[in-house]
């Protein structure tokens, strides 16, 4: 049960310098969500996309831009890294918009130098 | 906009049941969500509350009560396992997604 994979596990970045995080899921969800963790502040919503084709703005889009591939595939793109961007990155999936249960992946740890 | 008060750590002993509240500000309301989180590690769903009252899955609980915008999560019989992140999670109408609280670091000592 692979569920939802995030790659990389691990990044370090210089500033400026620019990637694509990758997000897939394998339970035929519509909905798909980027979030960042930092100490004490939980998860903050990036962007999400509640079905193939749409993408929304979550509460801290700034400094991001995402692509939703397919049903499938979530990726987030950061264009020019900053130390602020320096977080664990969470994709997650969920059935439907309105579905409170969301499948976690095991997270980004993305570290901007 | 949305926020969730929960407090940032809770302690207690093996075998002893612990109480972690959440209460929320929203715009509408749909439900409360738990989710658990070790050490970094993916958060898990635990429990969804969308009508008043107590929702019980093996040794957790949770509670809702709309009227005064709070919830909890009740853990019996606590194990060293269940030393983790907590987060309470809201659907309102404002975002057609989850908003998370702050989570509580639950410590269980021996």
């Known amino acids: 049960n692979a569920g939802v994979t995030q790659t990389p596990k691990f990044q370090v970045l210089k500033t400026g310098q620019s990637m694509t995080l990758q997000c897939a899921q394998d339970?035929?969800?519509?909905?798909m969500y980027w979030y960042r963790q930092d100490p004490g502040m939980g998860l903050r919503l990036i962007y999400y996309?509640?079905?193939?084709?749409?993408?929304d703005k979550g509460e801290v889009p700034n400094g991001y831009n995402v692509s939703r591939l397919n049903k499938r595939e979530f990726s987030l793109r950061l264009e020019s890294a900053a130390p602020s961007q320096t977080s664990v990155y969470f994709c997650?999936?969920?059935?439907?918009?309105?579905?409170?249960?969301?499948?976690f992946g095991q997270g980004t740890r993305l570290t901007v130098v | 906009g949305q926020s969730l008060e929960q407090p940032s750590e809770v302690t207690a002993v093996e075998g002893a049941i612990v109480q972690i509240n959440c209460t929320y500000q929203t715009s509408g309301f749909y439900g409360l969500s738990w989710y658990q989180q070790h050490d970094g590690g993916a958060p898990t769903f635990l429990s969804y509350?969308?009508?008043?009252g107590l929702e019980e899955t093996g040794r957790f609980s949770s509670f809702l009560s709309r009227s005064d915008s709070y919830g909890y999560l009740l853990l019996q019989e606590l194990q060293m396992k269940d030393s983790a992140s907590y987060f309470c999670a809201v659907r309102d109408k404002g975002y057609s997604t989850l908003t998370f609280g702050k989570g509580t670091m639950l410590l269980v000592s021996p």
């Open positions: 996309s509640a079905s193939e084709g749409t993408t």
């Open positions: 997650a999936s969920s059935e439907g918009q309105l579905n409170t249960e969301a499948f």
């Open positions: 509350n969308a009508l008043d």
């Open positions: 339970m035929n969800h519509n909905s």
